[in-house]
């Protein structure tokens, strides 16, 4: 990750700066698009996830992406950084750059996890 934004204010990596700085570490926005599964399961147009990583999607590549099916449903405010994915014609395939299981408790669990066992159990009736 060479470049980043958070709380407005853009950071960038240089051959110099101090790699740990990288990390994109905290809670961040995330803009969801409208009709996607994403946003059925999170029932808003607005998240804020927790990030611990140094890993992004480059957006560059975004419409060879769509073209194969898969398709960028949550971006940053900024609309720079691609934070969830999924794939067309797929039961239940969703894809974050996020960490849900901070967000989860035993009897509170994150929505993309209910979500994840609602759809296999619909996946199993199917199948019996």
């Known amino acids: ?29 995330c803009v969801l698009e409208k009709e996607t599964l994403a946003a059925k399961v999170y029932k808003q147009e607005q998240i804020s996830e927790r990030h611990r990583h140094r890993y992004e999607m480059n957006i560059g590549y975004a419409k060879e992406f769509a073209k194969a099916g898969l398709k960028i449903s949550g971006l940053s405010p900024s609309g720079k950084l691609p934070e969830i994915v999924e794939l067309k014609n797929h039961p239940w395939f969703i894809g974050v750059q996020f960490h849900p299981e901070l967000k989860s408790r035993p009897f509170a669990p994150h929505p993309l996890f209910y979500s994840f066992v609602e759809a296999a159990i619909k996946q199993l009736k199917i199948a019996l």
């Not at 990750?1 to 926005?29: F, P």
């Open 1 to 29: 990750m060479t470049e980043w934004e958070k709380d407005g204010v853009t950071h960038k990596r240089s051959k110099s700066s101090d790699l740990g700085g990288t990390m994109r570490l905290g809670s961040y926005e």
